[in-house]
T-cell receptor
Framework: AQSVTQPDIHITVSEGASLELRCNYSYGATPYLFWYVQSPGQGLQLLLKYFSGDTLVQGIKGFEAEFKRSQSSFNLRKPSVHWSDAAEYFCAVGAGAQKLVFGQGTRLTINP | EAGVAQSPRYKIIEKRQSVAFWCNPISGHATLYWYQQILGQGPKLLIQFQNNGVVDDSQLPKDRFSAERLKGVDSTLKIQPAKLEDSAVYLC????????????FGPGTRLLVL
């Protein structure tokens, strides 16, 4: 069965610092991978996605993610975080028949 | 382009009562999803429709949850009777195609069962 693990439940970084959120997946075939962000009281917004091709994917708001098949990982990065990046971040893997399986999320706090 | 609409945004009920949530997907989107997001967890798929047919309802607690998508557009999710553990955010999402596609999420309905 497909699964996603986000090892860090909560991360705190200072504004302007770099960020990396970890995501590991388990899926037998070629995965479709997604990162979503959820601000308090809001739905999920897509940051970026990987379907095929270049393993370094650029997304919105200055985020990028790198697909590493050998490590079954799809880590999210941003070189310099802003206070507005504080939110919950979810990694998801696309399974058969359009189904998404989500990780448990990483809550990001930004220190001023 | 209008996004996915959901109502109500918040609902408080007592256990054993019934409740219904409504979702209007993005125009033209064939596939509609209902997710349950319990506090501190990622969303879990409850049911997936393609047009007005059910594709996957394997994780829907069918003894108390039901969903329909009339005419392949709007959808309603009902819980009857509600239990304390149903307290969660119920997210509706839609996508345009029949393969793995980007899913667009609504703001969710936050349900509290007392």
């Amino acid at each position: 069965a497909q699964s996603v693990t986000q090892p860090d439940i909560h991360i705190t970084v200072s504004e302007g610092a770099s960020l990396e959120l970890r995501c590991n997946y388990s899926y037998g075939a070629t995965p479709y991978l997604f990162w979503y962000v959820q601000s308090p009281g809001q739905g999920l917004q897509l940051l970026l996605k990987y379907f095929s091709g270049d393993t370094l994917v650029q997304g919105i708001k200055g985020f990028e993610a790198e697909f590493k098949r050998s490590q079954s990982s799809f880590n999210l990065r941003k070189p310099s975080v802003h206070w507005s990046d504080a939110a919950e971040y979810f990694c998801a893997v696309g399974a058969g028949a359009q189904k998404l399986v989500f990780g448990q999320g990483t809550r990001l706090t930004i220190n001023p | 382009e209008a996004g996915v609409a959901q109502s109500p945004r918040y609902k408080i009920i007592e256990k054993r009562q019934s409740v219904a949530f409504w979702c209007n997907p993005i125009s033209g989107h064939a596939t509609l999803y209902w997710y349950q997001q319990i506090l501190g967890q990622g969303p879990k798929l409850l049911i997936q429709f393609q047009n007005n047919g059910v594709v996957d309802d394997s994780q829907l607690p069918k003894d108390r949850f039901s969903a329909e998508r009339l005419k392949g557009v709007d959808s309603t999710l009902k819980i009857q009777p509600a239990k304390l553990e149903d307290s969660a955010v119920y997210l509706c999402a839609s996508s345009s195609g029949t393969r793995i596609e980007t899913q667009y999420f609504g703001p969710g309905t936050r349900l509290l069962v007392l």
